[in-house]
């Protein structure tokens, strides 16, 4: 039986800051060591700065995505330092692009899968580069409808790609009555042929998720995770090692 693969998503959490980025993997490593039944990836994220933000926003500090995005910028060099480091730790490395400059970086790198963000899920510039690799494909699909998700999926499979779909809901972080899990039911119903998974981002101190995904029939697994320092404060959707670990128990059982 193929093993089910957990994603931990590094985001933004590195701050910017190599050394902490590698302190992440290597906390989050002995996690995984843990738990032998499973794969587990370590993902980054991609954005071409010069374009992604609009030169006429470059210097509006005052917008929080803009200074969040600055603030954490990494060189490539930083990211090979880091993604080369994920992978002697042992995880699967894995890239969201959010532009096609990010993309063809992603195949320069040699990323074996790609991630499309939900708030890319319907970027048809984006997914027609993406398309034009070799590289396997989880998509989020967080406020797509199902046509649109219909659309999507005829597009890759079209095209023979390797496509997982990801039920995920776009609230930072998401409340136990708003987490939809019956989706996870209707993607595996209305796509057989489509493995199916769950990008989450509820509070870290929701319980019960995991089991409930699995018995959904989920076979991927997304969270965005760190480690809180007297530097850096974690966000309220991330988990940290301890929060991981016991999720990882309740999805064994």
């Known amino acids: 039986m193929n093993k089910k693969l957990f994603i931990f998503e590094m985001a933004n959490n590195h701050m910017g800051d190599v050394e902490h980025g590698k302190r992440i993997i290597e906390e989050f490593s002995r996690v995984k060591d843990e738990f032998p039944l499973f794969n ?8 071409h700065m010069d374009t992604f933000i609009h030169p006429d926003y470059h210097s509006r500090m005052d917008i ?6 600055k603030e954490t910028d990494l060189t ?3 990211f090979w330092d880091l993604k080369t480091y994920a992978e002697d730790a042992g995880f699967i490395p894995i890239c969201t692009g959010f532009d096609e400059p990010s993309i063809s970086r992603i195949e320069e790198m040699q990323f074996p899968i790609i991630k499309i963000a939900s708030c890319s899920f319907t970027d048809w510039p984006l997914l027609n580069r993406i398309a034009e690799t070799n590289i396997p494909i989880i998509a989020s699909t967080a406020t797509a409808t199902l046509p649109q998700i219909d659309n999507v ?35 595996k119903e209305r796509y057989p042929d489509i493995k199916v998974g769950f990008s989450t981002h ?26 809180e320092t007297e530097e850096y404060a974690l966000n309220a959707y991330s988990a940290t090692p ?7 128990h309740s999805a064994q059982e």
């Open 40 to 47: 587990f990836g370590m993902k980054f994220q991609f954005r």
């Open 76 to 78: 490539e060099r930083e």
């Open 153 to 187: 999926v005829s597009f890759f499979t079209n095209r023979n790609k390797h496509l997982t779909l990801m039920h995920c809901v776009a609230e930072y972080p998401t409340g136990a009555d708003k987490l939809q899990m019956n989706q996870i039911k209707i993607l």
């Open 202 to 227: 509820e509070d870290p101190e929701i319980k019960g998720t995991l089991p409930i995904a699995i018995a959904m029939g989920a076979e991927v697994f997304e969270k965005h995770v760190g480690i």
């Open 64 to 69: 929080k995505y803009v200074k969040r995005f």
């Open 242 to 248: 301890e929060v991981v670990r016991k999720r990882l």
